[in-house]
C-alpha cells in the first residue's frame, strides 16, 4: 500500500522561510507527477507546485518567485522550500502523487495526511 508522509510544517514570522517534505513508500512501481496542494480556512484546495518526473516545473502565480519545488526520484521524495513568506500563505499544505503501485493496474493519485503552516508574527 502506497503511502505520501509529509513534514517541515511550523509557524514563521513574516518574511521567513520553511522547506517541507513529502516521502512516498509502499509497493511504488514508479511515480510521475508530484505536487503540492494547499487550504486555507473556509478556500476551497489549490494547486501550489507541480514538478514532472523530468523535472518540469509549475508554480500558482502567487508563490512564483519565492516557492521552489523539487524532487529526488531515488528517494521518491518531493520538496517545498518556500522563502519570502507571507500571512497570506498560511493553510495546510497536501502533498500529491500520480503513482503507479505495483499491485494496481493503472497509476491513482495519492495524497498526504496535510501539514500545518503558520505565517504570523
Known amino acids: 500500500q502506497v503511502q505520501l508522509v509529509e513534514s517541515g510544517g511550523g509557524l514563521v514570522q513574516p518574511g521567513g522561510s520553511l522547506k517541507l517534505s513529502c516521502a512516498a513508500s509502499g509497493s511504488i512501481l514508479y511515480i510521475n507527477d508530484m505536487g503540492w496542494h494547499r487550504q486555507a480556512p473556509g478556500n476551497e484546495r489549490e494547486l501550489v507546485a507541480v514538478i514532472t518526473r523530468g523535472g518540469s516545473t509549475r508554480y500558482a502565480d502567487s508563490v512564483k518567485g519565492r516557492f521552489t519545488i523539487s524532487r529526488d526520484n531515488a528517494k521518491n521524495t518531493v520538496y517545498l522550500q518556500m522563502n519570502s513568506l507571507k500571512p497570506e500563505d498560511t493553510a495546510v499544505y497536501y502533498c500529491?502523487?500520480?503513482?503507479?503501485?505495483?499491485?494496481?493496474?493503472?497509476?491513482?493519485?495519492?495524497w498526504g495526511q496535510g501539514t500545518q503552516v503558520t505565517v504570523s508574527s
Open positions: 500529491k502523487a500520480f503513482i503507479r503501485d505495483r499491485t494496481m493496474a493503472y497509476p491513482n493519485i495519492y
